[in-house]
């Protein structure tokens, strides 16, 4: 974001901004709401859409079509059929301060002035972070279900909306209207998010990584069993098309709500005045980390559903409504004790094991440290934070959750550091195998690095376990099933020590049967201990049988010629990434010319002579892949690896009728017949080069279902735009 104030900003400079913003918001829309992984936070997002306002009420002769004021949520994914709502599904306008709720109160006291007798009421309710969902109920019977979208279109899930029990089939009671749609939040709780957790870390499935994104992709799951084995929750908060108001007050209409079988908010009160307002919202603050689900605010609504009408929207949103944000959540705890982990490349990473504490509804535990310069108190640019205030064991710390997601200390009390306190004397070797950790110079600047890295390589054992992780990734090898649970799991059992060991595992499947069986009795054993409940129907190891192994070592099977760039990105030297790889793989074609080459550049005093001249490629990367092929204990590994393993040769497939060849290609959005590696590969290979965003050089753009703002701005920009099976066609792929 621009650091420059708005009030400082020209016309052509404010345009450009607004530009990009909507650009920017608009793809993290769709990353929030279509693909349920959001990548800023909360408050970064919510700093985003404040500077685009605030921009066009200075200029609002400069606001777009596009920006994101007059817009809610994103475009429905593929894949669910398309729901109109009658209604739109509008957001809310936030507040941040006590100052923000009272300028939003005398708003509508302005504008209901001359009722000089008027009484306005309003509620408060704890505004859930989850999912929003709108229930159309016919005669009492619900009839379709579908999400937000993008206000105006939704998705149809009501197969999905179906199985969670909050729902009512069939309205109870009486007095419900003929047709009404009753909106509400879909969410998860933290309970059942850990059990969630723990389910899939026992089969070595994905991570989770919070409850309102795994609510969100649990019920845009195509399998409804899916959806049901989650046990969502849902709350109803509001209603969108009706042949009759609830009730006359938005009150007592989540009252009748209740009534007719509906799960409500018990935190839901009627107020008159600020004062009462910021008192219930500190007292739902107060209750947050209790309630065993996520809230990230406070709804104020104007309680009259006459005076709503009469007040009226804004773009986008109601006037009579507003939602009060919480700050970041913070909390007090001590350190206990500081330990280094040793990552993948050897990086010397510490963690400070706090006494727990809850924070944001979460028991944190750990906090990383990054390196020893952040424990000193300054950042990479040798630049104080926390005033320059060292982290020690003993001291008392305030964390909170980035983004109510990532723990991280804020600052240290000072006043409450124990006497003998002692600063921190960060390790020189490394704390698994003992060699000696050591700061490189940056060549550049000529300044160490800010991480310390262990020397020791492939003797390392966590090293070893960093690189088996890293081989088996969805970048590199990308084999399913083999998560880094059962990595650590097959490692730690002297099942898979190098990446060979991988794909020999079938020839060990009694151990590797025996390896799973112990860890989910173990597990059993520990859920026993926690619910103090017996197991029931334990069943011998033989019974089990693990039929997921089969699919397991097919999995590996199918992974013995991956594509070259794959399987050089897998390999885990340090400094190349898949882009780099990619280069590297179009160079040298085959796997034996980059190891013969990296060897003679390892012995030349000289590389240049050797390695030759490659547009991306500089000496960081060369010095990186002197290291581990001038290195002899790689050799070894590598050498049974390719025993196992044979990538592709790289082959480019230009021809003089290739019409893709020297162009620019961009592909958006979701591809159906092949991966994104997959068509990157495809084209780099026929003689194109693949960006990764739109500018005014991209020739050709390859728009799946779900292409997002990428698509508008080759629209804007007059580029090519096609779908995925004319790109077939067009590279001779097509059926």
């Known amino acids: 974001m621009s650091e420059k104030p708005v009030e400082s900003l020209s016309e052509s400079e404010a345009a450009d901004e607004l530009r990009r913003l909507a650009t920017e918001i608009a793809e993290h829309d769709r ?33 777009r079509e596009d920006s ?14 398309k729901v109109r709502h009658a209604v739109p599904m509008l957001s809310l306008a936030k507040a941040y301060t006590d100052q923000d709720v009272a300028d939003f109160i005398e708003r509508g006291r302005r504008f209901f002035d001359r009722d000089k007798d008027l009484d306005i009421a309003f509620t408060a309710e704890p505004k859930i972070d989850g999912l929003s969902a709108s229930l159309r109920y016919e005669n009492g019977v619900f009839m379709q279900g579908a999400t937000r979208g993008d206000g105006a279109v939704g998705e149809d899930i009501t197969a999905n909306l179906k199985t969670i029990a909050d729902i009512p089939k069939t309205l ?6 003929e047709v009404i749609e009753v909106r509400g939040e879909v969410y998860m709780t933290y309970a059942e998010f850990e059990a969630l957790k723990e389910r899939s870390a026992a089969v070595g499935g994905q991570d989770y990584v919070n409850p309102r994104n795994t609510a969100a992709g649990s019920l845009r799951q195509k399998d409804p069993s899916v959806t049901a084995s989650r046990n969502l929750k849902f709350f109803a908060y509001a209603w969108g098309y009706t042949t009759a108001d609830p009730a006359p007050t938005q009150y007592d209409s989540v009252q009748k709500f209740s ?48 005076l709503q009408r009469r007040w009226g929207f804004v773009t986008g949103e109601p006037r009579w409504a507003v939602a009060h944000k919480f700050p970041a959540e913070q909390a007090m705890t001590t350190v ?23 924070v944001g509804g979460v028991v944190v535990e750990n906090v990383t440290l990054h390196n020893e310069d952040y424990i000193k108190g300054f950042d990479s640019n040798g630049q104080p934070i926390r005033d320059g205030i060292d982290v020690r064991i003993g001291d008392t710390v305030v964390i909170q959750r980035a983004g109510d997601v990532i723990p991280q200390i804020v600052s240290v009390v000072i006043d409450k550091r124990p006497a003998n306190a002692v600063p921190y004397e960060f390790p020189h070797t490394c704390p698994v195998c003992g060699s000696p950790a050591t700061r490189e110079i940056n060549e550049k600047t000529g300044k160490e690095d800010s991480r310390r890295r262990c020397t020791g390589e492939l003797i390392c054992a966590a090293q070893a376990v960093e690189g088996l992780r890293h081989f088996v990734s969805r970048g590199a090898l990308d084999i399913e099933g083999l998560g880094a649970e059962n990595i650590d799991l097959f490692f730690n059992a002297g099942l898979v020590k190098t990446a060979a060991d991988i794909f020999t595992l079938k020839d060990r499947r009694p151990a590797v049967t025996k390896a799973l069986a112990e860890r989910r009795e173990e597990q059993a054993r520990l859920r026993e201990e926690a619910s103090g409940k017996a197991r029931k129907n334990v069943r011998s190891v033989e019974e089990r049988n693990y039929e997921g192994l089969d699919k397991l070592f097919a999995a590996i099977d199918a992974r013995r010629e991956p594509e070259l760039d794959r399987f050089i990105f897998a390999l885990g030297i340090r400094h190349i990434g898949e882009t780099t790889a990619a280069v590297l793989a179009r160079q040298f ?10 060897k003679e550049t390892a012995k030349a005093e000289d590389p240049h002579t050797v390695f030759p001249s490659i547009n991306g490629i500089g000496d960081t990367v060369i010095n990186a892949l002197r290291d581990f092929f001038g290195n002899e204990r790689n050799d070894d590994v590598l050498d049974a690896l390719l025993a196992q393993v044979h990538p592709k040769p790289y082959v480019v497939e230009i021809s003089a009728g290739s019409e893709v060849s020297g162009k620019t290609v961009v592909f958006t959005g979701t591809l159906e017949k092949m991966t994104r590696s997959e068509a990157k590969a495809m084209a780099e290979r026929l003689g194109a080069k693949v960006a990764s965003s739109v500018s005014a050089k991209t020739d050709l753009v390859v728009a799946g279902p779900g292409a997002g703002s990428k698509l508008k701005t080759a629209t804007d920009l007059g580029i090519e735009v096609i779908d995925e099976d004319t790109w077939l066609q067009r590279i001779g792929r097509g059926d």
Not at 35 to 52: C, G, H, K, M, Q
């Open 172 to 177: 109870k009671g009486s007095g419900w209207p």
């Open 31 to 63: 990353r929030y709401h279509t693909e349920d992984a959001p990548t800023i936070s909360d408050a970064e997002y919510d700093a985003l859409a404040r500077r685009n306002l605030a921009i066009e009420e200075r200029f609002p002769d400069l606001v």
């Open 259 to 306: 009534e007719w079988g509906f799960k409500v908010s018990p935190l839901m009160v009627r107020a008159k005045s600020i004062e009462e307002l910021i008192a219930q919202y500190h007292h739902i603050e107060e209750l947050r980390s209790s309630l065993g689900y996520d809230i990230d605010g406070v709804v104020y609504k104007v309680d009259q559903l006459e």
């Open 589 to 598: 074609s085959t796997i034996e010319e980059l190891i013969r080459i990296g």
């Open 336 to 358: 206990e004790r500081i330990d280094i982990q040793v990552g993948r490349t050897g990086t010397l990473a510490p963690v400070a094991r706090l006494a727990p504490v809850t």
């Open 68 to 81: 994101p004021s007059r817009r809610v949520g994103a475009p429905p994914a593929e894949g669910f059929a």
